[in-house]
């Protein structure tokens, strides 16, 4: 079954009930792998069971590191183009287009199974100049040009469109950008019919931020929504950025986003971040467990919200760094790809449980970055127990597999090797937080340099990605340095 390949033209109530399936599926898979103890799954997973998503956004640069993209296809089943998509990459100069970026991000969603949020066709930033130069009598046919070229480039490929990107101003009135100036507020209407003669079946959108909660900004939003659906002009939804500032989630969220669905579009959080003035304590990342759970929340509370984007994987890559001084830690990863308590607290929102209230889940991927494999291990070591907890999260023809390793034993373990072997018509593709070889039957994953070291009690996770023929079953059983370990 293939349930992310597609537009999906199912109101919320249907995607549910599809996703529902998939979520059995995934489920499915973890009895008949018979592992006990297998405390949490990934973030897409637990969406789709709520019949909704969990997207990211992904750069060109992201897709080379392969601690993020371990992370990027196992947790999230939805991709933004974090640039590559916008008019500056997209139509440099006037009628020459360069698609190659962002064919890039499309061609690794496919590979993942993960759905694409086109972002953006028309947005007064990252804009070429050529376009604010141009006489404003020559705009709309640029702008429309721009629309058609694009839309019809990727028709097929995406869920949706942010056709218009920020159009307002935070008082409410529309940015008086080139669009603008050339065309007056029409421009909105003309660039929604421009891109749904493209493509009609991509989901448009209208994106903003600081319309999160009922304010002048999403007042106007409002307004306009409604004028346009009066107007018969194509519009489906209304993207909710969502850049917060630590502990500032508006209360109003749910209520807008119910004032929103009640016009007859659906919405999205689009870009989800909640920045921390650095350096973040401990406190900061509860607080910040706190906003990420009110935001999933109030999605899952209204029926016409269809999922929950955030804007970049972990704190390495957001923008927060560089566009707000002194502010960061704004994702549910910490720059090491580990998850932070926001992540666990957005599992427990999604219904999925975790380990142990400050552990990672069992299904989160870890890796460093900078790690590299080392050598066999130093000192034998051999753990006296251990016990192994592993989550399969599989589709039609490949899996994700995370695997926490737990030194149950009294002594410290330097450096390990966990032996399984992988079902018939298993292959692995990539593996994060250790080294696997080979890529199919019985396997040896070896520590990284950074994880190598277990003291009592002490857990690591592990992971891969494989190729499979209709068995996604997980190993039957783990042995760590040649020791059978429990499940669990
Ligand atoms: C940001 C990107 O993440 C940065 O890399 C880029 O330099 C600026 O734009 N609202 C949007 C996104 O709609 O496109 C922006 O993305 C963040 C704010």
């Known amino acids: 079954m293939s349930l992310r390949t597609g537009t999906l033209t199912h109101p919320r109530r249907a995607q549910r009930a599809l996703y529902a399936t998939a979520a059995a599926i995934a489920a499915g898979t973890l009895l008949l792998a018979g592992q006990a103890g297998a405390t949490g799954t990934g973030l897409k997973t637990l969406a789709e069971a709520k019949g909704i998503y969990f997207g990211t956004a992904l750069t060109q640069s992201n897709l080379s590191n392969s601690a993020l993209t371990a992370v990027a296809s196992g947790q999230f089943d939805m991709v933004t183009p974090g640039n590559e998509m916008k008019w500056d990459t997209t139509e440099p100069s006037n009628g020459t287009y360069n698609f190659s970026p962002g064919d890039q991000i499309v061609s690794y969603a496919q590979a993942n199974g993960m759905r694409v949020r086109g972002h953006n066709l028309v947005w007064h930033s990252q804009l070429p100049s050529w376009v604010s130069s141009l006489p404003t009598t020559q705009v709309q046919a640029a702008m429309e040009s721009h629309i058609t070229t694009e839309a019809t480039h990727y028709k097929g490929k995406v869920y949706s469109w942010d056709v218009v990107n920020e159009p307002f101003n935070d008082d409410g ?176 929102a999604l219904g999925g449980s975790t380990s142990s209230p400050s552990a990672s889940v069992s299904a989160s991927a870890s ?87 277990l003291t009592p009690g002490a857990a690591t996770t592990i992971g891969f990605q494989a190729n499979h023929t209709g068995d996604a079953a997980a190993p039957a059983s783990f042995t760590l340095n040649g020791k059978t370990c429990s499940a669990g």
């Open 173 to 348: 009135t529309l940015r008086q950008d080139a669009f603008y100036a050339a065309m007056g507020n029409g421009y909105i209407a003309d660039a929604l019919k421009t891109a749904h003669a493209a493509d009609p079946n991509a989901k448009l959108y209208l994106n903003d931020y600081n319309i999160e909660g009922q304010n002048a900004k999403s007042d106007a939003m409002y307004n306009l929504v409604k004028s346009l659906k009066a107007a018969g002009v194509p519009i489906d939804g209304i993207g909710l950025e969502s850049h917060f500032v630590l502990g500032q989630v508006p209360s109003t969220m749910k209520a807008n986003m119910q004032r929103f669905t009640a016009l007859g579009v659906n919405v999205a959080v689009t870009e989800l971040d909640d920045r921390i003035q650095l350096p973040a304590s401990s406190a900061n990342l509860a607080q910040q467990a706190t906003d990420f759970t009110t935001v999933v929340d109030d999605c899952l509370a209204v029926s016409g919200c269809v999922g929950v984007s955030q804007w970049g994987v972990g704190d390495a890559d957001s923008w927060i760094p560089g566009f707000f001084s002194g502010y960061g830690a704004a994702t549910m990863y910490d720059a090491n790809y580990q998850p932070k308590p926001a992540y666990n607290a957005v599992v427990t």
């Open 367 to 453: 890796a460093s970055p900078s790690a590299s494999p080392s050598p066999s291990p130093s000192v034998t070591g051999v753990a006296s127990s251990c016990k192994v907890a592993d989550v399969v999260n599989a589709w039609n023809t490949g899996l994700t597999e995370n695997i926490t390793i737990t030194n149950t034993g009294s002594g410290t373990v330097n450096g390990w090797t966990l032996g399984f072997t992988l079902s018939a018509g298993q292959t692995i593709t990539s593996a994060w937080s250790a080294t696997i070889t080979p890529t199919s039957g019985q396997v040896t994953a070896t520590n990284l340099s950074y994880n190598g070291t």
